[in-house]
C-alpha cells in the first residue's frame, strides 16, 4: 500500500482523509491494514496513498465515479471502522471528496 | 502547518502533492518551510496539510481557485523550488489538482 498511485487519466475522484488519532492503538493498525485491503476490491477503487507521523495521518484513496465512493461508504465492514472511528479511534478528522481534473507525474 | 486545516464551504480545491524523497537533506527541509510560509501568504490560499514518514510524503494545499494556484505555480521562489524538487529532492512525484465538491469535519 505504500507508495504512490498509478490512477489513469483525469477526470477521476479523490477522497482525502486527514486525522489525527487518539492515544493507543486500540485495534486501529489491524483495521486499518483490513480497510485497505477490503477497499482495493471494491468496484471503481484506482488507488491509495497513504501516511502518518506523530501528528497528523492523511489517507487519500482514488475512485472512478462518486458511485464508486458511495458503495464503499456503505460497506458494511468499513461501516463498522466509521463507527469505531469516531468513538475511539479519531480526535478529528476531515474527510473530502474531489475531482481530480489534472495530474502530472514525476521519475528520476 | 500542523493539522487539519480550516476550509470554507465547498467549492474549493485541493492541491495533492505525492512523493517520495532522494536520501540526504540537500536544503530540502530549510526550502520546505520556506514554501508553506510563502504559499500562505498568496491570494487565494485557504491552508495546507503535510506529512511525511520514511516512504512517502503527502501534502495537500487548499485553493480558492484554479487561478489562484496557477499564480503560485508561477511564483519565482516557487519555481526555484520546483526545479530543485526534479533534480535534487524528489525520486518522484505526483501531483493532481482537485475541485472539492463535499467535505465533512468531525471533532471528539
Not at 489525527?20 to 471503481?44: I, P
Not at 458503495?71 to 458494511?76: A, L, M, R, S
Not at 473530502?96 to 507525474?105: A, L, Q
Request: aromatic share 12%.
Amino acid at each position: 500500500m505504500s507508495g504512490i498511485a498509478k490512477t489513469p487519466k483525469p477526470p477521476y475522484y479523490a477522497v482525502i482523509f486527514s486525522n489525527q488519532r487518539t492515544e493507543g492503538d486500540y485495534g486501529y493498525g489491524k483495521m486499518a491494514v483490513k480497510m485497505v485491503e477490503l477497499a482495493s476490491q471494491q468496484q471503481g477503487f484506482l488507488g491509495v496513498e497513504s501516511v502518518r507521523d506523530d501528528e497528523l495521518g492523511i489517507t487519500v484513496s482514488y475512485w472512478d465515479s462518486l458511485d464508486a465512493i458511495q458503495c464503499w461508504k456503505e460497506n458494511t465492514a468499513h461501516k463498522i471502522a466509521q463507527d469505531k472511528g469516531k468513538t475511539e479511534w479519531y480526535k478529528n478528522f476531515a474527510l473530502r471528496i474531489s475531482k481530480v481534473e489534472r495530474d502530472n507525474y514525476f521519475e528520476m
